[in-house]
T-cell receptor, first 114, second 115 residues
């Protein structure tokens, strides 16, 4: 069965500092990996996705993520955080074996200090 | 263009009552999903429709939960004899097609509270 672990439930970061959110997955084949963001009162929005090819993927809002097969990780990064990045972030996995239903991690809530 | 819409945005009901939650997907999207977001279980898949194929119901937690999709568009999630553990935000998403490479666009959700 596929699963996703986000080890950090909360992260606090100062505005302008860098941010890294961790994601580890378990999947028997090549996974499709996603990062979603959920702002207060908003629906889930896709930040970026990885299917194949270049292991460093760029997304919207200045985010990027790196797929590391050897570590079963897909960590999300942003070089300089803005106050509007305060939100909850979800890593998710999907694959052919499970159709394309998403399996989500528990989420990481990011608080941005001024 | 219009995104995925869901109604109602909030629903408060009494234990034992039935509820219906509605999802209007993005026009032209053939795939439709229901997920549930709760404090205890996080975000979990419930059911998936793709065109005229039989739905994937593998995530439905009990036989009190059912869903249908009429005319390949609007979907209704029905919960019978609601229980307090059904309290959650129910999210609907749609995508252009079956493949995982098709982005799922999420609606704002319906917050269900069972008293």
């Amino acid at each position: 069965a596929q699963s996703v672990t986000q080890p950090d439930i909360h992260i606090t970061v100062s505005e302008g500092a860098s941010l890294e959110l961790r994601c580890n997955y378990s999947y028997g084949a090549t996974p499709y990996l996603f990062w979603y963001v959920q702002s207060p009162g908003q629906g889930l929005q896709l930040l970026l996705k990885y299917f194949s090819g270049d292991t460093l993927v760029q997304g919207i809002k200045g985010f990027e993520a790196e797929f590391k097969r050897s570590q079963s990780s897909f960590n999300l990064r942003k070089p300089s955080v803005h106050w509007s990045d305060a939100a909850e972030y979800f890593c998710a996995v999907a694959g052919k074996a499970a159709g394309n239903k998403l399996t989500f991690g528990g989420g990481t809530r990011v608080l941005v200090k001024p | 263009g219009a995104g995925v819409s869901q109604s109602p945005s909030n629903k408060v009901t009494e234990k034992g009552k039935d509820v219906e939650l509605r999802c209007d997907p993005i026009s032209g999207h053939t795939a439709l999903y229901w997920y549930r977001q709760s404090l205890g279980q996080g975000l979990e898949f419930l059911i998936y429709f793709q065109g005229n194929s039989a739905p994937d119901k593998s995530g439905l937690p009990s036989d009190r939960f059912s869903a249908e999709r009429t005319g390949g568009s609007v979907s209704t999630l029905t919960i019978q004899r609601t229980q307090q553990e059904d309290s959650a935000v129910y999210l609907c998403a749609s995508s252009l097609g079956r493949g995982s490479y098709n982005e799922q666009f999420f609606g704002p959700g319906t917050r269900l509270t069972v008293l």
